[in-house]
């Protein structure tokens, strides 16, 4: 399994598409930085097949003022939480 | 676990170097061994020896500094990168002719080969990029 991390919001990038092209079926995907806008009711849908393997950062929910605003399916994990996911994937694969 | 982490955004204009330092804490405060931290393209001025940002800010020169005396993690600087942009220790900086140095130790000028080495010998290698 791998992890892939996103830090670019589906508003601003495309390149959350060659990430989702590029994901394995058990793969997880974490959003960062500007990446966690995607968490949003309005844009989750962008990620459309990823129910239970899509992650927030929580941090960068809160320094956005979007902590509580994500939608239900997305699992918000700390930078704890970040570290242990790093720790289940065989490797992380950056998209920005 | 050793981690490696590859740092490719400056400082103060993406958020590559903030992001990366919150997770080497939180990699530390998880047991696991911070070995390498790897400076590429515009990350290479996360080593800037002359960096005074404002003391209500966060130090990230100084943040990255304190990992390697806390927990000696090597702060690893693209050479081609660095000489490109004006980072260059004193011998760097005597080669070129040029007055005052840049980088200074624990930052070291390394080679790329370096990163893949990194990459092969550490068990997680976690890119930031801007």
């Known amino acids: 399994m791998i992890l892939h991390t996103l830090n670019r919001s589906p508003t601003e990038s495309r390149v959350y598409r060659q990430a989702l092209a590029a994901m394995g079926p058990d793969d997880r995907l974490l959003l960062i930085e500007d990446g966690v806008q995607g968490a949003l009711p309005s844009l989750v849908r962008h990620f459309g097949e990823l129910e239970g393997r899509l992650f927030a950062l929580r941090e960068d929910l809160e320094a956005r003022g979007l902590a509580g605003r994500c939608a239900a399916e997305v699992l918000v994990v700390d930078a704890d939480g970040f570290v242990a996911l790093t720790e289940e994937a065989d490797k992380t694969v950056s998209w920005f | 676990m050793r981690y490696a982490l590859l740092v490719q955004g400056g400082p103060y204009s993406h958020q590559a170097a903030h992001s990366a330092l919150?997770?080497?804490?939180?990699?530390?405060?998880?047991?696991?061994?911070?070995?390498?931290?790897f400076f590429y393209h515009d990350g290479v001025y996360n080593a800037a020896?002359?960096?005074a940002p404002p003391q209500d800010e966060p130090h990230l020169v100084d943040g990255f500094r304190s990992l390697h005396e806390a927990h000696g993690t090597q702060l690893k600087v693209c050479i081609a990168a660095g000489l490109r942009r004006g980072?260059?220790?004193?011998?760097?900086?005597?080669?070129?002719?040029?007055?005052?140095?840049?980088?200074?130790?624990?930052?070291?000028?390394?080679?790329?080969g370096q990163l893949i080495d990194a990459g092969l010998s550490h068990d997680r290698?976690?890119?930031?990029s801007p």
């Open chain 2, 22 to 37: 919150r997770f080497a804490e939180a990699a530390i405060a998880r047991g696991h061994h911070l070995e390498t931290v």
């Open chain 2, 49 to 51: 020896r002359l960096a």
């Open chain 2, 87 to 112: 980072l260059l220790d004193e011998r760097e900086a005597a080669r070129h002719g040029k007055q005052g140095h840049s980088l200074e130790a624990p930052f070291e000028l390394t080679g790329l």
């Open chain 2, 125 to 128: 290698l976690i890119t930031f």
